[in-house]
């Protein structure tokens, strides 16, 4: 189903909390993604990586921290700095990034909510 | 940078009838437009895709047509049936950029009424 899994599915946070939630997969893809997802809102992207040990901002990273010291590994946590973290995020990869193969894969999801 | 206009946002159609869902982009150097469909509370699945040297993709009932003059893309679904209902994005990317990054539509909610 894609070769991508994230973990959790659903998870709860308290305010004041920093929660790191999960992105592997085994499709040996140089590029990983995390988006988030809100209602009406589409896909918005908020850190990429296309090689291991590198890292970028996407349009909305204040808040989150990203690490990429594997490259079947893309972690991303949510830190208290995030005022609105509620959503749905959705972890995905490409094979060789900027070129070559063009399909993105997506992750199933995380489902976060912030009590 | 690339931004991605789509509409409508929401499309309700009859069984058997079709469906069109158009997106605008901006940077004319995009060179790659896929279309995703994502089920309620499941991942997005790339349906269909097109490169900007072909003007139209068919693959049995979904076709994308491009028009680079313009800068935008359609998708059409014909003979919609209810497990059609969905959302739907399109995206846009520049392979020769230097981020080369999908910019994704804000979606289209199709309902299929049987």
């Known amino acids: 189903d894609g070769g991508i899994t994230q973990s959790p599915k659903y998870l709860f946070r308290k305010e004041g909390q920093n929660v790191t939630l999960s992105c592997e997969q085994n499709?040996?893809?140089?590029?990983m993604y995390w988006y988030r997802q809100d209602p009406g809102q589409g896909l918005r992207l908020i850190y990429y990586?296309?090689?291991?040990?590198?890292?970028q901002k996407g349009d909305i990273a204040e808040g989150y921290s990203v690490s990429r010291e594997k490259k079947e590994s893309f972690p991303l946590t949510v830190t208290s700095a995030q005022k609105n973290p509620t959503a749905f995020y959705l972890c995905?990869?490409?094979?060789?990034?900027?070129?070559?193969?063009?399909?993105?894969?997506f992750g199933p999801g995380t489902r976060l909510t912030v009590l | 940078g690339e931004n991605v206009e789509q509409h409508p946002s929401t499309l309700s159609v009859q069984e058997g009838d079709s469906a069109v869902i158009k997106c605008t982009y901006s940077?004319?150097?995009?060179?790659?437009f896929p279309w995703y469909k994502q089920e309620l509370g499941k991942r997005p699945q790339l349906i269909i895709d097109?490169?900007?040297?072909?003007g139209e993709k068919k693959d049995q009932r979904i076709a994308v047509t491009l028009n680079k003059t313009a800068k935008h893309f359609s998708l059409h679904i014909t003979e919609t049936q209810p497990e059609d209902s969905a959302v739907y994005f399109c995206?846009?990317?520049?392979?020769?950029?230097?981020?080369?990054?999908?910019?994704f539509g804000k979606g289209t909610k199709l309902s299929v009424k049987p």
């Open positions: 990586s296309q090689i291991v040990n590198d890292f």
């Open positions: 499709l040996n893809h140089d590029a």
């Open positions: 995206a846009a990317r520049n392979y020769g950029g230097s981020q080369g990054n999908l910019i």
């Open positions: 940077d004319s150097a995009s060179n790659y």
């Open positions: 097109i490169r900007s040297n072909v």
């Open positions: 995905a990869s490409t094979s060789r990034g900027v070129s070559g193969s063009n399909e993105q894969f």
